[in-house]
């Protein structure tokens, strides 16, 4: 646990820790739930901050969390919150399918306070323990050497492939089918 939470009782810290999981949870399910109507079938913005959550949620950024609550149900939203990064495209997901706010609220709560669990016992631990293996071997900084040039290389290969996309689409016709049909989820989902 890092320095400055050892002093506060276990039960504020686990507390807190679930509570800030929740919130963030919320958070991700309104970016994911507001900006599907406004951004995909109202707008069409041309630069900033606006297009990059249209282009965000046009090119599938919650499409794995979206499959994952189509085959789950409400059941994906707990068990989210014991992985990492699967985690926020679910929550978007919750929010993009306009799944009902207090079944995804209570969804959240078993999740948040797994959450809260791990990291207020073992998952900072944990953390650290990696992070300080890893930068006192050759071998650990050799690891982490690849998986960031790993991470770097994904990140350009998606870009450099969705660069290309539109070029061999036929004026967003097929896009625009397509889109139309990931993000036409029923109005009340589970």
């Known amino acids: 646990m890092p320095e400055f939470l050892t002093g506060i009782p276990f039960a504020v810290v686990l507390a807190s820790l679930s509570a800030g999981a929740w919130l963030r949870g919320q958070l991700l399910y309104w970016i994911g739930r507001i900006p599907t109507d406004q951004a995909l079938r109202r707008t069409h913005p041309g630069h900033g901050w606006r297009k990059r959550v249209h282009d965000w949620l046009a090119?599938?950024?919650a499409d794995a969390g979206i499959v994952a609550i189509r085959r789950w149900g409400l059941v994906a939203v707990p068990l989210c919150y014991v992985t990492v990064g699967f985690q926020s495209m679910v929550q978007a997901a919750a929010g993009v399918l306009r799944i009902t706010w207090w079944k995804y609220a209570l969804a959240q709560i078993p999740g948040a306070l797994a959450w809260g669990t791990i990291y207020s016992t073992i998952g900072f631990a944990v953390w650290e323990a990696a992070l300080a293996a890893a930068a006192g071997s050759p071998v650990?900084?050799?690891v982490i050497v690849v998986l960031v040039a790993a991470g770097v290389t994904?990140?350009?290969?998606?870009?450099?492939?969705r660069?290309?996309?539109?070029?061999?689409?036929?004026a967003g016709d097929q896009?625009?089918?397509e889109l139309n049909t990931s993000l036409a989820?029923?109005?009340e989902h589970t």
């Open 185 to 187: 989820p029923r109005r």
């Open 163 to 170: 660069e290309r996309q539109p070029a061999t689409l036929a």
């Open 59 to 61: 090119g599938g950024g």
């Open 175 to 177: 896009a625009g089918s």
């Open 140 to 142: 650990g900084i050799g």
């Open 154 to 161: 994904a990140i350009v290969l998606v870009r450099r492939r």
